[in-house]
């Protein structure tokens, strides 16, 4: 095949994918490396890239503590009450600690935040979420990543990392192809920040035909920050840790606004209040000190994400569905009407398409919710990601080797999706986890860490190979058949895609089965996921396009098996909402009150899994 | 679906191609225009609606659950720092028009080059502070939040 190969040389920071995280990393990773080679890798244009490419209306992770508002242990006792415990308070106090510094910057390059008129603070949507205008959010921190990259490649699908054949487990850059002209990109680096996304469309989606595309998060968040950090051989945490969302039904517009803002509320069909009467029994499944109905009232503490799902789905399994968001109060006032509508325009204008499609008013009709797919990712709600180093100066021996957001493959760092146990980090968490991978990455070449890599020519040689095999397949098989898209010979990536999606749905406790699955059907989906892996060898592409459709599918079969073999390795019911063990439908502390940490064989695609202690922020008394 | 492309407007520059961040707007070859080459991938974020010069593209909400007849539409100006949206409904009730601000500062022009900052000294290379730091966390004088200094420490075990 005539593509060319293209080698990018003797660069000292990669940079593998450039939303929130990866933007955070190019932008600070100069001010550590003035004479530094920073290079960013982008698989679609860097202005209007990840999942902030459509703009957000809030930013959701900010402390406040210059107005004394919260501290960032605050901010870690939040997050780990939220996810049952189960965060890296290492790296969640780490974030929370700069966190406002990248949010002040954002303020003076332009992004206009919302200010209080009274008090002149940033205005507040909830204790931790300030509103913004943000519909120039990604072209702003953009420009920031540009002013400090020595080189941004946009167009580039980054489809594996390359490793040190000098030395065991080090990262030597990436190699991917351009979707538009289809050369081979080769990134021979000292450092990688892999600042790819989470996993959109691993389970089946709600939507069906043409509406496949309105899914929660982007669809373009291929699960590429684990597919490529699984292939290199990083330990993954908490990947069995996927989220459900509830929000406005098939846009899957956002709610936060509406609940913490405009002061919206949920009711069943019958119009009465639903979610207490749910909470006696599921206090029985969690226990009390996670979900104390009367003394959670009394703190004022919020419950559970997944917990208020549980709600939800168990009120629409009793037959009093639909559940609806009671707006008609609110959006009475035509200041707060303005501000519903805003918020959807600033970052999901599909909600708008669809209730002005819908002819709904929220200001004369209570719009229906719903609870979404499950999505896998490490920055929202919930913490999948890599297992990584934490800062020296807050990290137990366990959570620390040497440098702040490394995972375990040497010179691999992460930012955003791809830090493991970190939620709540949000945009601007995930912007601040770019930074310090930065800083920490520039230390790490500048302490002799990358000296002597090498790559064989073999090694590139053989990645080209495997990248262009899908159109090679295509080409060889095609003309075997008449016409059409049924081949005895290949699958083409979207009905590989299906086929994941269903058996991920099915076997991995999708919305289609109610969140539900048990050892049993874990086995079974682990058993066909190891035929669709083999079935990923004939994958077909029918031109670059779709090549680009067949990495992403690839990793998100990565993501899936890694998500599985998660749910699997965990013998409890931890996040009720989220998904449910049938057949350990109790939270287990005894057992579980654990990250799990697993490893694949790079060479033998084994997995061995672990549990990884957990460390909690206590007073010092 | 998602965007589609009035065939009489567009005129085949490429910006939408550019800006898709799902790759699926493409120069159809015998038209040399654009258009979206697979709508169940489009997630209708309206980065190509923004970046087209001639509002040639429109989006139409996706089949399985939007009726037809409604419409959104958007101009977007850098230069005046504005985004100004219509969004009209399908029974013809409702037609709003919104505005908001994209920007508070002349385009690009309040972004630092790091290259040209004075560099860290050997101590915060050592430390935890990141650029701008301490001060850019609190904008006073106060210091970078520690275990020690807030009183805390992590202990192994099961807390709450």
New interface residues.
């Given amino acids: 095949m005539g593509y060319k190969t293209i080698i990018e040389d003797d660069i000292d920071v990669l940079i593998a994918g450039a939303g929130l995280g990866g933007t955070g990393a190019a932008f600070e990773a100069r001010y550590w490396g003035k004479d530094k080679k920073i290079v960013i890798a982008e698989k679609a244009n860097i202005d209007r890239s990840g999942a902030v490419a459509q703009g957000l209306y809030a930013i959701n992770c900010y402390m406040g503590t210059r107005w004394g508002e919260n501290n960032p242990e605050d901010h870690v006792r939040y997050a780990r009450m939220d996810l049952m415990g189960m965060v890296r308070e290492d790296l969640a106090f780490d974030m929370a600690r700069h966190v406002d510094s990248a949010v002040h910057q954002f303020e003076e390059w332009g992004l206009p935040l919302m200010k209080d008129p009274k008090s002149g603070k940033y205005m507040r949507e909830g204790r931790w979420q300030i509103m913004i205008h943000g519909e120039s959010y990604k072209p702003i921190v953009a420009e920031a990543a540009k002013k400090s990259a020595d080189k941004v490649f946009n167009r580039i699908c980054v489809t594996h990392l390359l490793m040190d054949d000098a030395k065991e487990n080090r990262i030597a850059g990436a190699v991917g192809f351009n979707v538009r002209t289809g050369n081979y990109h080769v990134f021979k680096s000292k450092t990688v920040i892999c600042g790819a996304g989470g996993a959109s469309n691993i389970f089946k989606p709600r939507s069906v035909g043409e509406g496949a595309g309105r899914v929660w998060y982007a669809p373009w968040s291929s699960g590429s920050a684990y597919g490529l950090m699984i292939e290199a051989g990083a330990k993954m945490t908490q990947m069995e840790n996927r989220i459900v969302l509830a929000r406005f039904k098939d846009g899957y517009g956002p709610v936060g606004a509406y609940f913490l803002h405009l002061k919206t509320y949920t009711q069943n069909g019958l119009g009465e209040e639903y979610e207490s009467k749910w909470f006696p029994k599921l206090t029985e499944m969690v226990g009390k000190e996670y979900l104390d109905t009367e003394g959670q009232h009394l703190s004022h503490k919020p419950i559970p994400t997944c917990l208020r799902n549980h709600a939800f789905i168990s009120e629409v399994n009793a037959g009093r569905g639909p559940i609806h968001m009671v707006t008609m109060e609110a959006f009475q006032d035509p200041h707060l009407e303005e501000i519903g509508w805003h918020n959807f325009l600033g970052m999901t204008v599909g909600q708008a398409v669809l209730w002005a499609a819908t002819d709904v008013d929220p200001k004369y009709e209570n719009p229906e919710l719903t609870t979404s797919e499950p999505y896998v990712m490490g920055s929202h709600a919930t913490g999948c990601g890599a297992w990584c180093s934490g800062p020296e100066d807050v990290s137990p021996d366990d959570y620390y080797w040497g440098y702040n957001r490394m995972t375990t493959v040497d010179g691999l760092f992460g930012a955003g999706d791809a830090v493991g146990g970190t939620p709540h980090a949000f945009s601007s968490g995930s912007f601040t986890e770019g930074r310090l991978a930065a800083k920490a990455a520039c230390k790490y070449i500048d302490d002799g860490k990358a000296e002597g890599i090498r790559v064989s020519e073999q090694q590139i040689a053989d990645l080209k190979k495997k990248i262009y095999k899908p159109l090679e397949t295509y080409k060889v098989y095609s003309n075997e058949i008449v016409g059409g898209s049924v081949n005895p010979n290949f699958i083409n990536p979207r009905q590989g895609l299906d086929r994941l999606q269903k058996l991920m749905d099915e076997y991995c406790g999708g919305f289609g089965v109610n969140y539900m699955t048990n050892e049993k059907l874990l086995q079974i989906g682990l058993k066909k996921m190891k035929t669709l892996e083999e079935d990923m060898e004939k994958i077909a592409a029918s031109d670059i396009h779709e090549l680009l459709r067949a990495w992403e599918l690839n990793h998100r079969v990565r993501t899936s098996e890694s998500v599985f073999q998660h749910t699997l390795f965990r013998k409890e019911t931890r996040w009720p909402g989220y998904y449910y063990r049938g057949d350990a439908m109790k939270l287990d502390d005894q057992n579980w009150h654990v990250l799990t940490v697993s490893h694949r064989d790079r060479k033998t695609g084994e997995y061995t899994m672990e549990k990884a202690p957990l460390y909690h922020l206590v007073g010092d008394e | 679906?998602?965007t589609f492309v009035y065939m009489t407007r567009c005129d085949g520059c490429g910006q939408c191609v550019?800006?898709?961040?799902?790759?699926i707007m493409?120069i159809d070859k015998t038209l040399r225009r654009a258009y979206n080459?697979?709508?169940?991938?489009?997630?209708?974020?309206?980065?190509c609606v923004k970046a087209c010069p001639h509002q040639a593209i429109d989006?139409r909400?996706?089949?399985?659950?939007?009726?037809?007849?409604?419409?959104?539409r958007?101009l977007?100006d850098e230069e005046k720092g504005t985004?100004a949206?219509r969004?009209?409904?399908?029974?013809g009730?409702?037609d709003?028009d919104?505005l908001?601000?994209?920007?508070?500062?002349p385009?690009?022009?309040?972004?630092?080059?790091?290259?040209e900052?004075s560099?860290?000294s050997n101590d915060m290379?050592d430390g935890?502070l990141?650029?701008?730091?301490p001060k850019?966390?609190?904008?006073?004088e106060?210091g970078?939040?520690?275990?020690e200094s807030?009183?805390?420490?992590?202990?192994?075990?099961?807390?709450?």
């Fill in positions: 679906m998602p550019d800006i898709c961040p799902s790759d493409h080459i697979e709508p169940n991938m489009c997630w209708e974020c309206y980065s989006v909400g996706y089949a399985d659950f939007a009726p037809l007849g409604h419409s959104v958007v977007r985004i949206w969004i009209k409904f399908r029974n009730k409702k709003m919104l908001a601000p994209i920007t508070t500062k385009w690009g022009t309040a972004i630092p080059k790091l290259a900052e560099a860290p290379r935890e990141l650029f701008n730091e850019y966390v609190r904008m006073d106060g970078l939040h520690t275990l807030n009183g805390l420490k992590l202990k192994e075990g099961v807390y709450y």
